[in-house]
């Protein structure tokens, strides 16, 4: 499995259920690298979309209440993720949030794909910090680039 992330200075992702900054650039690349691909998620990832479910993409959503949420194939238990998720390719399997399911499901990832932007977005969840984990390395890193007024960089993080 992978996941994709951006993140502030700080590692945050999201205050009030909603993205911290608007990155066009980032938007289009995130777009580019889950299209048809299996993207896992929380029920309050899922609740912020702008549409039903992300097009072009299997969404599957992990939420313990066992709530129904069209267009998408719930899982109410790590158990019964693991068993489901064996029917597709590990390298097709994207985490995209929230900050809930990346803390459950970061140690299974080999790759993170992490947009780190140069600011403070005063979050209040927050994605593990790799740089901190001696399990994980940054593998590449991209020169600044702006993005809507944000200087950001493109990073690849490996797991040892």
Known sequence: ????VVVDKKWGIGKDNNLLFKLPQDLARYKKMTWGKVCVMGAKTYDSLPK??????????LD????FHEKATTVQSLDEFFQKIQ???TDDVMLIGGATIYKLLIGSCNVAYVTKVDADGEATVFFPNLDQMEDWV???ETAPICDNGYTTRYCT???K
């Not at 499995?1 to 994709?4: R, T, V």
């Not at 039903?52 to 959503?61: D, I, K, P, Q, S």
């Open 87 to 89: 029917q597709f390719n």
């Open 138 to 140: 940054l593998q590449e």
């Open 157 to 159: 993080y490996v797991k």
């Open 52 to 61: 039903v479910a992300l097009e072009g993409r299997t969404n599957f959503v």
């Open 64 to 67: 313990v209440d066992g709530n």
């Open 1 to 4: 499995m992978k996941a994709i």
